[in-house]
């Protein structure tokens, strides 16, 4: 047996292994713990949720789509996607023509798109997840990038150096000159850029780009936008806390006091469930915002009845 028969054989085994997980409740999404290099299942609803089993060991990193039934995961050095993850039956296939070995990702809102980034290298590409056979696209000479995004055509929103820029093929536009971005996200046609002591709404980014700022906060390391675009989510760490924005009316509606410090507002699941804190092992739990219908924060246990 070749060494690539035996890897798929090896993984279609751990595959069907994971397939024996017993799972008491709803699952809400799936989370990267990277204490234990695995991927392990949210069980059960904010408030009453904990990490269980892991699903998939052995990773030394994985991002997962909005949605939670694809994840890209890194193992060995080797860049694979796996699906069926919300059944709890993962299918793994290698993503070919990989150039960079990844540090992190951002997904379209649809999770068709995957942005993966080399902090190392400061190079992207770009994976298409509904092709038939996965492999990375094109290389982007993106560079020192502080926050990453993608719209469902493709575009490239990166925080450099220079500012907020949006990449399309081979051209490059500053939508915000000089401005450090810490977060981004896309909702709607509009982009939201949290940046030093601001928060911006681009609107048109695309085509005719009109960047206003809406919010002041202090030290902003996450945004999020409700499915409904009512209502703004700015995660703030000197603050500890989470800002709700009307950002319609530029006002601020409500204060989400924390006992941590958020270190991100990552996407977990669908459009309401986003990623504070994660588990930093020794059984702390990751923490999460819940943004509908009544936004709070949850911690989240590693572990049942922990």
Request: aromatic share 8%; hydrophobic share 50%.
């Amino acid at each position: 047996m070749n060494t690539a028969k035996m890897l798929l054989w090896w993984l279609t085994a751990g595959a069907m292994a994971a397939q024996t997980l017993q799972i008491e409740g709803p699952i809400s999404g799936f989370a990267f713990d990277k204490a234990s290099g695995a991927l392990r299942p949210i069980v059960g609803l904010p408030g009453a949720a904990y990490l269980g089993d892991p699903l998939i060991a052995g990773l030394s990193w994985a991002s997962i789509a909005p949605g939670g039934f694809t994840a890209l995961v890194l193992r060995d050095g080797e860049l694979y996607r796996v699906d069926g993850l919300a059944r709890l039956a993962p299918s793994w296939s290698a993503v070919e023509n990989l150039q960079i070995l990844p540090d992190t990702a951002v997904w379209s809102e649809d999770g068709s798109l995957a942005l993966i980034y080399s902090a190392t290298s400061g190079r992207a590409q770009l994976i298409r997840i509904g092709d038939a056979a996965t492999a990375a696209g094109e290389v982007f000479e993106i560079g020192e990038a502080g926050a990453l995004a993608i719209d469902r055509e493709g575009r490239i929103i990166a925080g450099t150096r220079e500012g907020v820029c949006l990449i399309a093929g081979e051209s490059r536009a500053v939508l915000l000159a000089g401005v450090r971005a810490a977060a981004l996200t896309l909702a709607g046609g509009k982009l939201y850029v949290a940046a030093g002591a601001e928060v911006w709404q681009v609107d048109d980014y695309a085509a005719q780009p009109r960047p206003e700022a809406i919010a002041l906060v202090s030290d902003p390391v996450g945004v999020a936008i409700s499915r409904d675009g009512a209502r703004l989510f700015v995660a703030d760490r000197s603050e500890r806390a989470v800002f709700v924005y009307d950002p319609a009316g530029r006002a601020r509606i409500a204060e989400l006091a924390l006992d941590f410090e958020p270190v991100t507002l990552a996407r977990l699941s669908g459009a309401e469930l986003w990623l504070l804190r994660p588990s930093t092992g020794g059984g702390e739990p990751l923490y999460v915002l819940k943004t509908e219908p009544d936004p709070g924060v949850w911690f989240v246990p590693v572990g049942k009845g922990e």
